[in-house]
């Protein structure tokens, strides 16, 4: 079976040039995207800045750093991860991440920590949020129409008017609609809360290898109303960096694989010529396989 594949990049480095070389060593290597780990808290680079770092110097593996919903606002994360699906032309991801230590929660000192289902619902308020940002340009909102003077089309620009438990966000966007329309939005699932708001917000699911983690994947978003496209499911699989592999489990129903790894260049050299993969071209959608992401605002252009 023909899997599509992705490497976790996890690292406490603050030199540039460490995380340009293994970036720009997953793409020659035909890889589909790479994640930059991170966490809330002191003693690590941030992943979207990371990310943005090595964007323009790499040509086609996607972009997907991690970034909390927690402690952050969803108007600055929207602005964020457009503005990195603009300058990598159309590669750009979102590993969504709930933070829920009191350690955390400190360092901004705001409130105390939420328990886990407020979490989550904060959580899939925020990925909302920002996907409405994300939809605030129409495509063709910038005309730069120098003979009258207008950048914008103002009618294309719409108030996202987002009120919850959470947020209230008015918008639009200070950033054009990116590339892909929206950005590919991941999330870790490894319990059921997180596998329940995967369901609801996610396009892309990480797992952990199992006999019926599909259906698992499935039951949720059969119990969540999902209407849209399936997720896509990624298994979450460690690679040793002594010896290759003698081969993986049969993993019926799953999209692709991301590999955890402390030696890129091992498994590049000795694990990926094991894999049954082809390399893609496109934006990190279209060699997922996922549809065109419609603009929810957008009105349809008059026939005739």
């Given at each position: 079976?023909?899997?599509?594949?992705?490497?976790?990049?996890?690292?406490?480095?603050?030199?540039a040039e460490e995380w340009v070389r293994q970036v720009r060593a997953a793409d020659d290597a035909g890889l589909d995207f790479v994640t930059f780990e991170d966490r809330f808290g002191p003693g690590h680079p941030d992943a979207v800045l990371v990310a943005a770092r090595v964007a323009?110097?790499?040509?086609?593996?996607?972009?997907?750093?991690?970034?909390?919903?927690?402690?952050?606002?969803?108007?600055?994360?929207?602005?964020?991860?457009?503005?990195?699906?603009?300058?990598?032309?159309?590669?750009?991801?979102?590993?969504?991440?709930?933070?829920?230590?009191?350690?955390?929660?400190?360092?901004?000192?705001?409130?105390?920590?939420?328990?886990?289902?407020?979490?989550?619902?904060?959580?899939?308020?925020?990925?909302?949020?920002?996907?409405?940002?994300?939809?605030?340009?129409?495509?063709?909102?910038?005309?730069?129409?120098?003979?009258?003077?207008?950048?914008?089309?103002?009618?294309?620009?719409?108030?996202?008017?987002?009120?919850?438990?959470?947020?209230?966000?008015?918008?639009?966007?200070?950033?054009?609609?990116?590339?892909?329309?929206?950005?590919?939005?991941?999330?870790?699932?490894?319990?059921?809360?997180?596998?329940?708001?995967?369901?609801?917000?996610?396009?892309?699911?990480?797992?952990?290898?199992?006999?019926?983690?599909?259906?698992?994947?499935?039951?949720?978003?059969?119990?969540?109303?999902?209407?849209?496209?399936?997720?896509?499911?990624?298994?979450?699989?460690?690679?040793?960096?002594?010896?290759?592999?003698a081969g993986l489990p049969a993993l019926p129903g799953v999209d692709g694989l991301r590999l955890r790894t402390d030696d890129l260049a091992f498994l590049i050299a000795e694990v990926l010529p094991l894999l049954d993969f082809e390399p893609a071209g496109g934006t990190l959608r279209?060699?997922?396989?996922?549809?065109?992401?419609?603009?929810?605002?957008?009105?349809?252009?008059?026939?005739?």
């Open positions: 079976m023909s899997y599509r594949l992705a490497v976790v990049l996890d690292s406490p480095s603050f030199e323009p110097l790499t040509r086609h593996v996607g972009l997907v750093p991690v970034a909390t919903t927690t402690h952050t606002e969803p108007f600055h994360l929207s602005t964020a991860l457009a503005t990195l699906d603009h300058i990598s032309g159309g590669r750009a991801g979102w590993q969504v991440r709930v933070s829920g230590t009191p350690e955390e929660a400190a360092l901004l000192g705001r409130r105390a920590v939420l328990p886990p289902e407020q979490l989550f619902a904060e959580a899939a308020d925020a990925v909302e949020v920002v996907r409405r940002l994300w939809d605030s340009w129409e495509d063709d909102a910038v005309i730069k129409d120098v003979a009258t003077g207008r950048f914008i089309d103002r009618d294309k620009l719409h108030y996202i008017d987002f009120a919850g438990e959470f947020f209230s966000v008015r918008g639009p966007s200070i950033v054009p609609r990116p590339p892909q329309g929206q950005p590919v939005v991941a999330a870790l699932a490894h319990n059921r809360l997180a596998v329940e708001f995967a369901a609801r917000s996610a396009d892309l699911i990480f797992v952990s290898p199992g006999a019926a983690i599909v259906e698992q994947v499935r039951a949720a978003e059969a119990a969540v109303g999902r209407t849209g496209p399936p997720l896509k499911i990624f298994a979450d699989v460690p690679v040793p960096s002594t010896r290759p592999p279209e060699r997922l396989g996922l549809g065109p992401a419609v603009n929810r605002y957008a009105r349809e252009a008059p026939v005739g």
